[in-house]
T-cell receptor, first 115, second 114 residues
Framework: AQKITQTQPGMFVQEKEAVTLDCTYD???????LFWYKQPSSGEMIFLIY??????QNATEGRYSLNFQKARKSANLVISASQLGDSAMYFC????????????FGDGTTLTVKP | ETGVTQSPTHLIKTRGQQVTLRCSSQ?????VSWYQQALGQGPQFIFQ???????GRGNFPPRFSGLQFPNYSSELNVNALELDDSALYLC?????????????FGPGTRLTVT
């Protein structure tokens, strides 16, 4: 069964510092994609970053990077130089090629950036 | 903004009633997925439509049903509403079926069942 675990219900970070949000996953399928989304209080899911299971390098998108450790089945999100606007809920999700329309989400981490 | 729109924004219904939620996908996107997000939880996959056919379903009862139209817009219908159906309902559209196709989420419809 596919499962995403986010063990940090809430995290605090000082403005301009870096923060790591944890994500572990469970799967027996060799081909999958890992995604991170940001959900502000308005409710819309905003795509941040994608990592394919066969990608050799860790994904980066601006201030976001994904620390992908395949053997440990972890896909942690690193946000550098935190900004007040980064305060939101963050979700880790997984999709498979065999049912690519289905995303399996974790329960999320609430990030609060302090001035 | 992703270009995916949902209506209505908010809705209040009584237990036992029926509700229809609508999703207009981004232009050219032939795949639409629906999710239910209860308060404080991650979204749960309801089902997916690809070119007007349902081709994937999560662990939801048959009273959750849907449609996809030739223009790829979509509806989610829920019959015999229960209190636990209160949630944010999200739709997501994508250009194709593979995992490399990004899913674009709409702003959601917040349903309250009293």
């Amino acid at each position: 069964a596919q499962k995403i675990t986010q063990t940090q219900p809430g995290m605090f970070v000082q403005e301009k510092e870096a923060v790591t949000l944890d994500c572990t996953y469970d799967t027996s399928d060799p081909s999958y994609g890992l995604f991170w989304y940001k959900q502000p209080s308005s409710g819309e899911m905003i795509f941040l970053i994608y990592q394919g299971s066969y990608d050799q390098q860790n994904a980066t998108e601006g201030r976001y990077s994904l620390n992908f450790q395949k053997a440990r089945k972890s896909a942690n999100l690193v946000i550098s130089a935190s900004q007040l606007g980064d305060s939101a809920m963050y979700f880790c999700a997984m999709r498979y090629n065999t049912n690519a329309g289905k995303s399996t989400f974790g329960d999320g981490t609430t990030l609060t950036v302090k001035p | 903004e992703t270009g995916v729109t949902q209506s209505p924004t908010h809705l209040i219904k009584t237990r036992g009633q029926q509700v229809t939620l609508r999703c207009s996908s981004q232009s050219g996107h032939n795949t639409v997925s629906w999710y239910q997000q209860a308060l404080g939880q991650g979204p749960q996959f309801i089902f997916q439509y690809y070119r007007e056919e349902e081709n994937g379903r999560g662990n939801f009862p048959p009273r959750f049903s849907g449609l996809q139209f030739p223009n790829y817009s979509s509806e989610l219908n829920v019959n015999a509403l229960e209190l636990d159906d209160s949630a944010l309902y999200l739709c997501a559209s994508s250009l194709g079926q593979g995992i490399t196709y990004e899913q674009y989420f709409g702003p959601g419809t917040r349903l309250t069942v009293t």
